[in-house]
């Protein structure tokens, strides 16, 4: 958090004692105070972006710690769409909490600094405003008006796990313009976020999504022959036939699932037509669906952080299985086919991937 805090104060020299409250205050409990409801927020948001179009803030999406991030209104410039700000912005309402101990401490760190010439103000002068500004309940604070005159904020709250996936946001809004139906594919190295991704863009854009996990290979399909093919691990000629081929069919479409742990297909399940469908896992871009994404998605993360992912999610023994058999196999599918050379990478190296 002081990291962040000196970092604001380095961008934005003209920042206020009562602009860093408010940094703080935002990390902490977010922006949820400003929504009404969620239509309310997204004509304010559409006003607001009337008065922002042509101009260019230092970043568009930056962090503010605690979780969250600030994406200025200028985002909606470069392809962003309305809804999908207003979305993110309600959705990180919603699943915001804070706590009063918690900002408390945040308050102490701003007073340190100010304490030890990090910050260019005296500790009298930040123990006085906070004085005062405790004095009202520690309520929700504008920015200053030499701020607002310096930098014209106009920014909505989001958590990181939206702001993670900017680009793709982005990407998609933009193709979503263009076209009546899109397919998107998201691959990459394993426990690297795929699932993650996939999960956080069907809460938003509310679509279909698919997963290649639902389509491994049953035990007779395991021959010799078919397991020395480079990514030949998942029953893609299933997938093509239940998914891929029934994707424009406006009654919808029906797929069985592959369940791992009796090794044989189980229960069918049954989705509506929808404009937007993703497919998310490995193998999901193999060259036997030809050249059919509208976006290809490649999720990756440092060797050493995927390790101790799969370890802490599958345990030692599946860890020396996934060493010795699953990441080699999927690093030639990768190499074979230049899956990585193909996609928008999307790094995926935090602590914690939602």
């Not at 906070?130 to 929700?140: H, I």
């Not at 920014?155 to 900017?166: I, L, P, Q």
């Not at 990478?345 to 935090?350: F, H």
Request: net charge negative; glycine share 6%.
């Amino acid at each position: 958090m002081k990291e962040i805090l000196l970092e604001h104060f380095h961008r934005y020299p003209q920042m206020q004692l009562q602009d860093a409250v408010k940094l703080l205050y935002q990390s902490e409990f977010g922006g949820g105070h400003m929504i009404t409801s969620p239509e309310k927020s997204l004509k304010s948001l559409e006003d607001e972006w009337k008065g922002c179009k042509g101009r260019k803030p230092p970043v568009v999406c930056e962090s503010i710690g605690g979780g969250m991030h600030r994406i200025y209104i200028d985002a909606l410039n470069e392809g962003l769409s309305p809804d999908t700000l207003n979305r993110l912005f309600v959705e990180t309402a919603n699943g915001k909490g804070g706590t009063r101990e918690a900002f408390e401490k945040k308050l102490t760190l701003l007073v340190q600094c100010c304490e030890q010439g990090e910050l260019p103000y005296e500790k009298a002068q930040a123990e006085e405003y906070l004085d005062l500004y405790r004095s009202r309940g520690c309520p929700p604070v504008s920015h200053s008006a030499c701020y607002c005159e310096a930098y014209h904020p106009a920014y909505r709250v989001v958590a990181d796990c939206y702001a993670r996936y900017y680009e793709a946001f982005v990407k998609i809004d933009q193709a979503l313009a263009e076209k009546e139906m899109l397919l998107i594919s998201i691959d990459g190295m394993c426990a690297a976020g795929k699932s993650t991704m996939g999960r956080i863009l069907q809460s938003v854009y509310s679509c279909n999504l698919f997963h290649m996990d639902d389509f491994f290979l049953q035990p007779h399909q395991r021959t010799p022959k078919r397991m020395n093919q480079v990514g030949s691990n998942v029953d893609y000629e299933r997938f093509k036939e239940e998914i891929l081929d029934h994707l424009g069919d406006r009654e919808g479409l029906e797929y069985q699932v592959y369940d791992c742990k009796t090794q044989t297909l189980d229960h069918f399940v049954k989705t509506s037509w929808n404009r937007l469908n993703i497919v998310e896992g490995s193998y999901s871009q193999h060259p036997y669906f030809g050249d059919i994404w509208d976006l290809r998605f490649f999720c990756e993360v440092s060797p050493a952080k995927q390790l101790n992912r799969i370890l802490a999610r599958n345990g030692e023994s599946m860890l020396k299985r996934f060493k010795q058999e699953w990441i080699p196999k999927e690093n030639d599918y990768f190499a074979a086919f230049g899956i990585r050379e193909k996609s928008i990478r999307m790094e995926n190296n935090a602590e914690k991937i939602c």
